[in-house]
Every structure is written in structure tokens, then in C-alpha cells.
T-cell receptor, first 112, second 113 residues
Framework: QKEVEQDPGPLSVPEGAIVSLNCTYSNSAFQYFMWYRQYSRKGPELLMYTYSSGNKEDGRFTAQVDKSSKYISLFIRDSQPSDSATYLC????????????FGKGITLSVRP | DGGITQSPKYLFRKEGQNVTLSCEQNLNHDAMYWYRQDPGQGLRLIYYSQIVNDFQKGDIAEGYSVSREKKESFPLTVTSAQKNPTAFYLCASMDRGYTGELFFGEGSRLTVL
């Protein structure tokens, strides 16, 4: 079993839809959970950052972490064509020498 | 503006040639990383460095080499031993105070002809 599994996609939705992106993981030591957004031919950029369990909201984006189920989600409300990108989940155990473990990414297309 | 600069953006190489990808950061970050990205594969860690003059192998280090002589610079050499070098290469850095946030460069696309 891979440490981090992400729905493979691709995903295509109409403008205004609610999008749900999900990752599962196997390492119960993960404490830091992130979502990165990557536009075509660009480097990824941090979109959402959560420590431990709970929800975090930033505008149209909500990140949710359920450590008991080893499951994280990113919700996008009122999706826009500008949200079309690849979304990567990432997580780590924390600490100065830890590394991020990434999901494979899912490509989202929001149709006008 | 603070950030990570990768060069070149696009690079073509003949089989059997070594090539070096540049990565420079002015964020004063201690840790730097090299990832490889292939379609459907996500990001795979090649090498990382937590401090100057020290670096560790990642998950797919074979056929690659790095150096970390200065805090700001972490060049990656793709050697002729790398069997499938055509890929998108991403350099990143992180503050050792550890927020978990990686700052990425714009990437270098290497194509082997």
C-alpha cells in the first residue's frame, strides 16, 4: 500500500460546481497536511496548510483532515475556470529533518 | 522579490551527455530539494540537503548527483547513467524552522533526444 493515495482523475466540472478532492494515507505519524496547486508548466504553490485534525477555511477553499480515518479532503465552492489546475496533497510527520510525501495529483478542469 | 530561480527552463540533450540544472534561492532557507515529475507519477524526491556541504539521497537518486557548496545554490546533474532522464524537474526550499511549506521554482523541462 502506498503511503499516500490520491484519486487519479482527471476531473471535469461545470463552473459554479462544488469540487471535492480526496487523499488517504497509511502513516499514522503524519501531522502536517497540505494541498498544493500546480498550473500547467509551473511549479506547485501552497494552497492550504493544516496541522493535525480539523477544518480550515480560506475563501472558497476548505481543507478537512480526519486523522482517525486517515483521510484528507479539499473542497472548492463556486468553482471557477481559473481553478483549473493539478492539485496535489502532501503530508509529513514534522520536525526539522522530515520530508513531504506527495500524492500523485489530480487534474481539475472547470468548464465555463 | 524572494524566490527560487531555476535555469534553464527548457533543455535538450543528446543521449550519453551529462547536463546540470541550476537552482538558486534568496529566501535564506536551509533546506533544498530536487523533485522529478512525470505524468501520472506525482513528485518523486531525487536529493535533498538540510545544510551546506551535506545532502541525502531521496527515493530515485540513481543517475543523479548534487552539490551544496553555498546556502543559496543546489545544482542537479543528470548523468548519462540515468536511464530515462526526460522529465520535468522541480527545485524547492524550506525553512528549517519547519512550517511544512515548500517553495518551488518554475521547473526545468529536460528532453533527451
Amino acid at each position: 500500500q502506498k503511503e499516500v493515495e490520491q484519486d487519479p482523475g482527471p476531473l471535469s466540472v461545470p463552473e459554479g460546481a462544488i469540487v471535492s478532492l480526496n487523499c488517504t494515507y497509511s502513516n499514522s505519524a503524519f501531522q502536517y497536511f497540505m494541498w498544493y496547486r500546480q498550473y500547467s508548466r509551473k511549479g506547485p504553490e501552497l494552497l492550504m496548510y493544516t496541522y493535525s485534525s480539523g477544518n480550515k477555511e480560506d475563501g472558497r477553499f476548505t481543507a478537512q483532515v480526519d486523522k482517525s480515518s486517515k483521510y484528507i479532503s479539499l473542497f472548492i465552492r463556486d468553482s471557477q475556470p481559473s481553478d483549473s489546475a493539478t492539485y496535489l496533497c502532501a503530508m509529513s510527520t514534522g520536525g526539522a529533518n522530515s520530508k513531504l510525501t506527495f500524492g500523485k495529483g489530480i487534474t481539475l478542469s472547470v468548464r465555463p | 522579490d524572494g524566490g527560487i530561480t531555476q535555469s534553464p527552463k527548457y533543455l535538450f540533450r543528446k543521449e550519453g551527455q551529462n547536463v546540470t540544472l541550476s537552482c538558486e534561492q534568496n529566501l535564506n532557507h536551509d533546506a533544498m530539494y530536487w523533485y522529478r515529475q512525470d505524468p501520472g507519477q506525482g513528485l518523486r524526491l531525487i536529493y535533498y540537503s538540510q545544510i551546506v556541504n551535506d545532502f541525502q539521497k531521496g527515493d530515485i537518486a540513481e543517475g543523479y548527483s548534487v552539490s551544496r557548496e553555498k546556502k543559496e545554490s543546489f545544482p542537479l546533474t543528470v548523468t548519462s547513467a540515468q536511464k530515462n532522464p526526460t522529465a520535468f524537474y522541480l527545485c524547492a526550499s524550506m525553512d528549517r524552522g519547519y512550517t511544512g511549506e515548500l517553495f518551488f521554482g518554475e521547473g526545468s523541462r529536460l528532453t533527451v533526444l
